[in-house]
């Protein structure tokens, strides 16, 4: 692949559905397997993880705040790339009010920021910082499990409200630092609240445990200037408008299977940009080089020329995609995304 020079401001102005020079590429997520054979070596340190991010050809390396949260017997997914479990449906660790009491909740004071206290000294010119953390919705059910979660918003309200404001509380902290922190330029919130068919919880629920803290991120973001990112899988046309509402400037990833691209282009207000797209199943892992750039034209195609669109996959970069349909992605990308 060429060498190509990170350009911050071209994602920026993209966020913000301005004219750019080209349509840039964006991930959440990229498996730290796909990393390390991309580069030829293994992925250890801060500065190999900007090479990734710059070899690779995007305009920022993503950056997570360090903290631990105990589900079940498992390795929470936050903070790490390589992390990929499956969720408890039944009861999780807090059942009951004494539970609440005995789990051990991390504080703001517990976050360590160390990866973007040293970013600002190692960054190429050009390349820009996205602060990226979420799941405050997805931790509060986590923790009880999705049965008695769902059983408890109508007979322990007070309960989930009270492990909702613990999580809240402390992932909130981390968007208020990055949105004073000058080395970041992108504040990126995930957090699934679809599937591929629907909502996970009517919007009636998610208004108590999923928006208040959103409106709050956005209102970080707008405070200081900087585009807010918003991640969640599935069928998002019901809560559309309030999104938009909450101050975010971009979605991803608009899974294929879920939605419409070209309907969530009509239907969502203007000043919205889309990230995303690209099947990972059929077309990224089971597809070929062929199938995986043909996909990339027809979107560069779909969004008409209009600014606002980023390349990208329609959900992560698993380290089951071959590398060759990875390199397929960011090449198409380069060659009909224009001006590299």
Known sequence: MMTLRPNIDVLLKTLRCEPAAYIPVAELGIAPQIKSLFLGKAIRTLADEIEFWTQA???YVKIQPEVKYQIGGRLTALGDDSQREWATEEAGLITSWDAFESYPFPTPEDVSYRRLDAVRDVLPEGLGV?????DI?????ELMGLE?????LFENPDLVRAINDRVGRTILSMFERFAQDEAVDIL???DDIAFNTGLLMSPEVLEQVFFPWLDQIGA???AAGKPLIYHSDGVLFDVLDRLQAAGISALHPIEPKAMDIREVRRRASPGLALIGNVDVGDVLTRGTPTTVREQVRRNIEWMGGEPGYCLGSGNSIPEYVPLDNY???LEAAFEFGGGR
């Open 57 to 59: 050809g995007y305009d």
């Open 130 to 134: 996205v602060g990226q953390y979420g």
């Open 137 to 141: 919705f997805t931790l509060t059910w």
């Open 148 to 152: 008695n979660f769902s059983f408890a």
């Open 188 to 190: 990126w919130y995930s």
């Open 220 to 222: 970080l973001a707008r």
């Open 327 to 329: 390199r397929a992605l």
